[in-house]
């Protein structure tokens, strides 16, 4: 017997006889790129193909194995490019991108309580949060955001919109203790959002998680609510923790504790926990969110931008803490932009830390893809290129002279690489972006859409 590949060739004394064993298996799609980062493994793989059935990934293998083993409807061929897991957002506001560079300049607390919460009691509603997620959708994925962690309201309407551009979403149900638009106290907001989740439980792009907005605007009631609900469903709690020294200090008054000593005691730290920002953690208190398994969801320009300090990442991830990547929403960013977070949360930690050689490239791969993934409970679905798992990834295009040349893609991909590389973009198997273009939605009613809400929402206070 003789093996050519995937055909085998019997030999008999008198003559060949050709009879293959197997023929090319029939998938949906097969992607080649020069090079693909699968982040499990942590490699980097050259002139390899994805195999995509479906809306999963049937397999990774070297590319002239592929094209023997596979018969793809489309075949698409990205000689210049990087093939990466898509991108995961994993704290966010995606309605306020209609908000973007409304208040800008502003600490935290003067920009939530003179100018934010203000324009949302006068405008928010559904349609204020359908449209704002629709642009915020269409920026995230022409970035290779393939999955976002949202906090807002209306999440029926951010629902719509994301599924509306084919999106992944993980969508908070938000408690704050004083009334809005959308619900009168913690019950009410706690009702509501879960009678959205169960609408939307057997929908595969849409999950939920519980979103107590802050230690300051969220009663031991209310807290102790939240921990039961994310007990009994299983659903991860997500919620602003140690964002600024002003927090620490009004928690101090309040409740005679940290914050993060208020939320142990109330028994919310787990592993199904996510803090956002944790910037003013002390040693102590990263040991504590090490020891029950906590996430970290940080926001590296969000917090430059608000001046709310610069995160001890290094001494999280050693602790062992799970860290992932997150924009805010675009009124504090005001990008809603992963690649550029991994730029700033590399440099910002090589300054901090005084050691160039800490937060690696390909580290911050990992917390922008699968650690995200691990943080929303989603590991088992997506995070990385692996064969049965969900079949989102992206394409960053090293084509352009100003990504030449190329030594390390990985390196590239965070020092060099901006949104503007990502070419295509697939979320469980569906080209949501191809050649930089959305598939499912003109730009230009995006645009449209955003000038409307410009008119309304417009203010400028007085000497502006």
Request: charged letters at 20%.
């Amino acid at each position: 017997m003789v093996v050519l590949g995937e055909i085998w060739y019997f030999s008999t004394p008198s003559r060949m006889l050709s009879s293959p064993i197997s023929m090319p298996e029939k998938i949906d799609l097969l992607v080649e790129a020069r090079w693909i980062a699968p982040v499990e493994p942590d490699a980097l793989l050259t002139n390899h193909a994805l195999a995509v059935n479906g809306h999963r990934i049937v397999d990774l293998l070297p590319a002239n194995e592929a094209h023997m083993r596979y018969e793809a409807d489309e075949h698409i061929q990205l000689p210049n490019h990087l093939l990466i897991p898509g991108l995961i957002n994993l704290h966010t506001h995606a309605a306020m991108s209609l908000m973007r560079g409304m208040a800008d300049d502003l600490p935290l607390m003067d920009w939530l309580q003179k100018r934010i919460w203000p324009a949302e009691a006068a405008h928010v509603s559904s349609d204020f949060v359908r449209d704002g997620t629709l642009l915020a959708c269409a920026e995230m994925l022409k970035g290779g955001i393939t999955c976002f962690n949202d906090m807002y309201f209306f999440q029926q309407a951010a629902a719509e919109a994301a599924t509306q551009l084919g999106m992944r979403a993980a969508l908070g149900i938000t408690i704050i203790d004083f009334p809005t638009a959308f619900a009168s106290d913690a019950d009410d907001y706690l009702a509501k959002g879960l009678a959205i989740r169960d609408q939307w439980l057997k929908h595969p792009l849409i999950s939920f998680c519980l979103a107590p907005h802050a230690p300051y605007s969220v009663s031991d009631a209310g807290f102790e609510r939240v921990l039961t609900l994310s007990e009994l469903l299983g659903l991860p709690m997500h919620c602003h923790l140690h964002e600024t020294s002003g927090e620490i200090k009004e928690s101090l008054e309040r409740f005679g504790c940290r914050p993060i000593a208020r939320l142990k005691r109330l028994g919310l730290l787990g592993p199904n926990f996510i803090a956002v920002h944790a910037v003013h953690v002390d040693a102590g208190e990263i040991e504590e969110l090490a020891r029950h398994g906590c996430s970290v969801a940080h926001c590296p320009t969000s917090n430059l931008k608000l001046a709310s300090g610069v995160a001890h990442i290094t001494a999280m991830a050693q602790s062992g803490i799970n860290i992932g990547l997150g924009t805010d929403g675009a009124a504090s960013n005001n990008r809603l932009d992963i690649l550029q977070e991994m730029r700033h949360a590399a440099l910002l930690e090589k300054v901090y830390s005084g050691d160039a050689a800490s937060l690696p490239a390909h580290q911050l791969l990992t917390m922008a893809t699968l650690n995200g993934a691990r943080a929303l409970g989603l590991d088992h679905v997506i995070g990385s290129l692996k064969p049965g798992k969900e079949a989102d990834f992206c394409a960053i295009d090293f084509s352009a002279p100003e990504t030449q040349p190329c030594y390390n893609p990985i390196s590239h991909l965070v020092y060099v690489a901006g949104r503007e590389q990502v070419s295509h973009v697939w979320v469980a198997g569906k080209c949501c972006v191809r050649d930089k273009k959305l598939a499912f939605l003109p730009e230009n009613d995006l645009n449209n859409t955003a000038s409307l809400w410009q008119n309304r929402l417009e203010i400028r206070p007085a000497g502006y």
